[in-house]
């Protein structure tokens, strides 16, 4: 990727030879990839759910397939933004929906309950995921006996407080240096 950043760099900077490590974690690319796929998977079945719903069978539930592809969709920007947790919890109960709703298509005069059940498969698979996700993004706490950092000695002033009250002091003792405007203002009150 930083070949492309070289391109649009101006004569005379210098260039980028060699990328860092990445600052995301595993469990932050394992969660913007379930993100993806969610988005992914929400517009397929919002926008084709005739199509999913003649390869398993259930024709006739287009409207819940587009339900749960709106679904899909808002989980997955919920699993890419800053709060990725409760999206990947929101997809964990999705996962449970979908589990529901495809077992349901699990019945003996279903000609393609074959694809019904390799599709509970693909779902049982990505709720691991999901949870697994869940579990690793979820907020971080410490422990309940750790001790609290209290910083009652700290200023905010690098140099310390007395340091700064002698900065001041000294500040209001010099005579301050009129400026032009101030001058025309003290020759007028004469």
Known sequence: MFHFSNIVRTKGDPKIVAGGPSLKRPEDQLARALGWFSIGLGIVELF????????????????????????????????LSVDKNAGLWARVGGDGLDAAAL??????????????????????????????AAQ???????????????????????????SARIAASRSQRTPRREGPEEARRGEAGQ
Do not use: C, H
Not at 55 to 72: I, N, P, S
Not at 110 to 120: D, F
Not at 140 to 151: E, F, G, I, T, V
């Open 48 to 79: 084709a759910p005739r199509r999913v719903t003649e390869t398993l069978g259930m024709e006739g539930r287009e409207t819940l397939v587009r339900a749960f592809g709106a679904r899909e969709i808002l989980t997955g920007i919920m699993s």
């Open 103 to 132: 077992l349901s298509g699990l019945t003996a005069d279903n000609p393609r309950k074959g694809n019904v059940a390799l599709a509970l498969l693909m779902v049982g698979g990505i709720a691991v995921l999901d949870y697994r």
């Open 136 to 162: 690793d993004t979820k907020p971080r706490r410490p422990p309940r006996d750790a001790r609290r950092r209290l910083y009652p000695t700290r200023s905010g002033f690098p140099k310390g407080i007395e």
